[in-house]
Protein backbone atom coordinates (compact mmCIF):
# COMPACT_ATOMS: atom_id res chain seq x y z
CA UNK A 1 0.00 0.00 0.00
CA UNK A 2 1.29 3.57 -0.68
CA UNK A 3 1.85 5.69 2.28
CA UNK A 4 1.97 9.91 2.07
CA UNK A 5 4.28 11.84 4.89
CA UNK A 6 3.81 15.46 5.52
CA UNK A 7 6.83 15.46 7.89
CA UNK A 8 5.77 19.41 8.74
CA UNK A 9 2.85 19.62 10.91
CA UNK A 10 3.09 23.36 10.45
CA UNK A 11 5.18 26.43 9.11
CA UNK A 12 4.83 29.71 9.07
CA UNK A 13 5.94 32.17 6.45
CA UNK A 14 6.50 36.13 5.61
CA UNK A 15 4.18 37.87 3.21
CA UNK A 16 6.02 38.48 0.26
CA UNK A 17 8.57 35.55 1.11
CA UNK A 18 9.47 32.05 -0.18
CA UNK A 19 7.95 28.74 1.60
CA UNK A 20 8.11 24.97 0.73
CA UNK A 21 6.39 22.07 2.18
CA UNK A 22 7.91 18.76 2.46
CA UNK A 23 6.06 15.62 1.40
CA UNK A 24 7.76 12.06 0.69
CA UNK A 25 5.79 9.15 -0.52
CA UNK A 26 6.19 5.02 -0.76
CA UNK A 27 5.34 3.15 -3.65
CA UNK A 28 6.46 0.28 -5.48
CA UNK A 29 4.53 1.63 -8.74
CA UNK A 30 6.56 3.32 -11.66
CA UNK A 31 3.70 5.28 -12.67
CA UNK A 32 1.49 7.58 -10.56
CA UNK A 33 0.36 10.67 -10.12
CA UNK A 34 1.50 13.34 -7.26
CA UNK A 35 -1.13 16.28 -6.32
CA UNK A 36 -1.14 19.79 -4.09
CA UNK A 37 -4.22 20.31 -2.28
CA UNK A 38 -5.26 23.55 -0.59
CA UNK A 39 -7.97 23.33 2.22
CA UNK A 40 -8.42 26.52 3.82
CA UNK A 41 -10.95 27.26 6.76
CA UNK A 42 -13.78 26.83 3.92
CA UNK A 43 -13.16 23.19 4.44
CA UNK A 44 -13.16 22.89 0.65
CA UNK A 45 -10.09 20.96 -0.99
CA UNK A 46 -8.58 23.16 -3.93
CA UNK A 47 -6.46 21.68 -6.35
CA UNK A 48 -3.06 23.24 -6.47
CA UNK A 49 -0.94 21.67 -8.53
CA UNK A 50 -0.43 18.06 -10.42
CA UNK A 51 2.35 16.19 -11.45
CA UNK A 52 2.54 13.05 -13.29
CA UNK A 53 5.49 10.86 -12.28
CA UNK A 54 6.82 10.19 -15.99
CA UNK A 55 7.19 13.89 -16.91
CA UNK A 56 11.19 14.78 -15.50
CA UNK A 57 9.78 18.44 -15.61
CA UNK A 58 8.67 19.99 -12.28
CA UNK A 59 5.20 21.44 -12.90
CA UNK A 60 4.40 25.42 -12.16
CA UNK A 61 1.11 27.11 -11.71
CA UNK A 62 1.77 31.00 -11.49
CA UNK A 63 3.90 31.04 -8.03
CA UNK A 64 3.59 27.59 -7.21
CA UNK A 65 5.86 24.81 -8.33
CA UNK A 66 6.99 21.56 -7.30
CA UNK A 67 10.22 19.82 -6.85
CA UNK A 68 9.64 15.90 -8.37
CA UNK A 69 12.63 13.60 -6.92
CA UNK A 70 11.55 10.08 -8.08
CA UNK A 71 14.16 8.56 -6.74
CA UNK A 72 13.95 10.05 -3.42
CA UNK A 73 10.14 9.45 -3.41
CA UNK A 74 10.24 13.33 -2.53
CA UNK A 75 7.81 16.07 -3.67
CA UNK A 76 7.80 19.55 -2.50
CA UNK A 77 5.64 22.30 -2.90
CA UNK A 78 7.75 25.80 -3.15
CA UNK A 79 4.95 28.90 -3.05
CA UNK A 80 6.55 32.14 -3.88
CA UNK A 81 5.79 35.79 -3.36
CA UNK A 82 3.74 34.01 -0.38
CA UNK A 83 -0.29 36.21 -0.20
CA UNK A 84 -2.33 36.64 3.24
CA UNK A 85 -4.96 34.40 1.18
CA UNK A 86 -2.09 31.05 0.58
CA UNK A 87 -2.71 30.51 4.83
CA UNK A 88 -4.64 27.06 4.51
CA UNK A 89 -3.69 23.62 5.23
CA UNK A 90 -1.97 22.10 2.54
CA UNK A 91 -1.88 18.32 1.85
CA UNK A 92 -0.03 16.19 -0.53
CA UNK A 93 -1.49 13.37 -2.44
CA UNK A 94 -0.76 10.46 -4.32
CA UNK A 95 -2.43 8.91 -7.02
CA UNK A 96 -1.99 5.08 -8.85
CA UNK A 97 -1.74 5.78 -12.38
CA UNK A 98 -3.10 1.84 -13.37
CA UNK A 99 -6.44 2.42 -13.38
CA UNK A 100 -9.31 0.16 -11.76
CA UNK A 101 -11.10 0.12 -8.44
CA UNK A 102 -9.63 1.05 -5.28
CA UNK A 103 -6.32 2.60 -7.92
CA UNK A 104 -8.25 5.42 -8.61
CA UNK A 105 -8.25 6.37 -5.14
CA UNK A 106 -6.25 9.67 -3.48
CA UNK A 107 -4.01 8.64 -0.38
CA UNK A 108 -3.75 11.74 1.39
CA UNK A 109 -0.78 12.78 4.34
CA UNK A 110 -1.74 14.50 7.50
CA UNK A 111 -1.08 17.84 5.82
CA UNK A 112 0.43 21.34 7.15
CA UNK A 113 -0.89 24.08 8.24
CA UNK A 114 0.39 27.06 6.91
CA UNK A 115 0.48 30.54 8.06
CA UNK A 116 1.51 33.97 5.74
CA UNK A 117 2.49 36.61 8.39
CA UNK A 118 1.66 40.06 7.36
CA UNK B 1 -19.48 25.45 -15.70
CA UNK B 2 -21.16 24.60 -12.61
CA UNK B 3 -18.63 22.86 -9.56
CA UNK B 4 -19.07 19.79 -7.24
CA UNK B 5 -22.08 21.20 -4.29
CA UNK B 6 -22.63 19.21 -1.40
CA UNK B 7 -25.74 19.28 0.70
CA UNK B 8 -26.40 19.36 3.75
CA UNK B 9 -23.54 21.67 5.25
CA UNK B 10 -24.12 20.53 8.61
CA UNK B 11 -25.76 17.50 10.24
CA UNK B 12 -26.24 16.68 13.71
CA UNK B 13 -27.26 12.73 14.57
CA UNK B 14 -27.25 10.34 17.62
CA UNK B 15 -25.70 7.21 18.05
CA UNK B 16 -27.85 4.41 16.06
CA UNK B 17 -29.42 6.19 13.43
CA UNK B 18 -29.37 6.20 9.40
CA UNK B 19 -27.74 9.45 7.58
CA UNK B 20 -27.72 10.39 3.53
CA UNK B 21 -25.42 12.92 2.17
CA UNK B 22 -25.83 14.00 -1.44
CA UNK B 23 -23.22 15.14 -3.87
CA UNK B 24 -23.66 16.89 -7.14
CA UNK B 25 -20.98 16.35 -9.24
CA UNK B 26 -19.22 19.07 -11.67
CA UNK B 27 -20.79 19.20 -15.43
CA UNK B 28 -19.00 16.97 -17.45
CA UNK B 29 -17.91 14.35 -14.77
CA UNK B 30 -19.01 10.35 -14.42
CA UNK B 31 -17.46 9.54 -11.75
CA UNK B 32 -17.85 10.57 -8.21
CA UNK B 33 -15.40 9.50 -5.22
CA UNK B 34 -16.02 9.78 -1.29
CA UNK B 35 -13.94 10.70 1.68
CA UNK B 36 -13.75 11.00 5.36
CA UNK B 37 -11.87 13.73 6.92
CA UNK B 38 -11.68 12.69 10.59
CA UNK B 39 -10.40 15.95 12.74
CA UNK B 40 -6.89 17.57 12.36
CA UNK B 41 -5.84 14.43 9.20
CA UNK B 42 -5.97 14.07 5.76
CA UNK B 43 -9.32 12.84 4.05
CA UNK B 44 -9.37 8.82 3.98
CA UNK B 45 -11.07 7.29 0.77
CA UNK B 46 -14.67 5.60 1.32
CA UNK B 47 -15.40 4.38 -2.03
CA UNK B 48 -16.03 5.92 -5.84
CA UNK B 49 -19.19 5.49 -8.35
CA UNK B 50 -18.62 5.08 -11.68
CA UNK B 51 -21.51 4.36 -14.44
CA UNK B 52 -23.93 3.94 -11.39
CA UNK B 53 -21.89 1.12 -9.98
CA UNK B 54 -19.00 0.50 -7.56
CA UNK B 55 -15.58 1.18 -8.78
CA UNK B 56 -13.58 0.67 -5.65
CA UNK B 57 -13.82 0.91 -2.19
CA UNK B 58 -11.33 1.81 0.72
CA UNK B 59 -11.58 0.33 3.95
CA UNK B 60 -14.73 0.79 5.76
CA UNK B 61 -17.53 -1.46 7.03
CA UNK B 62 -20.56 -2.80 4.92
CA UNK B 63 -22.65 0.03 6.56
CA UNK B 64 -20.95 2.72 4.89
CA UNK B 65 -23.13 2.54 1.10
CA UNK B 66 -24.03 4.64 -1.48
CA UNK B 67 -25.92 5.14 -5.29
CA UNK B 68 -25.14 6.81 -8.04
CA UNK B 69 -27.91 8.11 -10.47
CA UNK B 70 -28.11 8.53 -14.14
CA UNK B 71 -27.01 12.47 -13.94
CA UNK B 72 -24.08 11.28 -12.06
CA UNK B 73 -24.83 12.86 -9.10
CA UNK B 74 -24.33 10.86 -5.72
CA UNK B 75 -25.33 9.29 -2.07
CA UNK B 76 -23.25 8.26 0.81
CA UNK B 77 -25.59 6.51 3.04
CA UNK B 78 -24.50 5.70 6.93
CA UNK B 79 -26.40 2.86 8.71
CA UNK B 80 -25.87 2.36 12.69
CA UNK B 81 -23.99 5.76 13.20
CA UNK B 82 -21.45 5.55 15.44
CA UNK B 83 -19.52 8.20 17.73
CA UNK B 84 -16.16 7.86 15.82
CA UNK B 85 -18.16 8.23 12.25
CA UNK B 86 -18.14 12.28 13.08
CA UNK B 87 -16.34 14.03 10.25
CA UNK B 88 -15.99 16.06 7.49
CA UNK B 89 -17.56 13.68 4.18
CA UNK B 90 -15.91 14.94 1.09
CA UNK B 91 -17.32 14.12 -2.26
CA UNK B 92 -15.12 14.45 -5.23
CA UNK B 93 -16.15 14.23 -8.76
CA UNK B 94 -13.67 13.44 -12.30
CA UNK B 95 -14.30 12.47 -15.54
CA UNK B 96 -12.59 8.47 -16.54
CA UNK B 97 -11.39 8.29 -19.90
CA UNK B 98 -11.79 12.10 -20.91
CA UNK B 99 -7.89 12.52 -20.77
CA UNK B 100 -7.14 14.79 -17.31
CA UNK B 101 -9.55 12.72 -14.85
CA UNK B 102 -8.29 14.91 -11.54
CA UNK B 103 -10.77 14.67 -9.00
CA UNK B 104 -12.44 17.83 -7.73
CA UNK B 105 -13.66 18.32 -4.18
CA UNK B 106 -17.14 19.95 -3.38
CA UNK B 107 -17.11 21.55 0.12
CA UNK B 108 -18.12 18.76 2.44
CA UNK B 109 -20.73 18.03 5.51
CA UNK B 110 -19.90 18.39 8.30
CA UNK B 111 -21.36 15.24 10.23
CA UNK B 112 -21.63 15.21 14.12
CA UNK B 113 -22.53 11.97 15.82
CA UNK B 114 -23.65 12.59 19.34
Known amino acids: AQTVTQSQPEMSVQEAETVTLSCTYDTSESDYYLFWYKQPPSRQMILVIR??????QNATENRFSVNFQKAAKSFSLKISDSQLGDAAMYFC???????????????FGKGTLLTVNP | ETGVTQSPTHLIKTRGQQVTLRCSSQSGHNTVSWYQQALGQGPQFIFQYYREEENGRGNFPPRFSGLQFPNYSSELNVNALELDDSALYLCASSLIGGGTDTQYFGPGTRLTVL
Open chain 1, 51 to 56: QEAYKQ
Open chain 1, 93 to 107: AYRSAYGGGSNYKLT
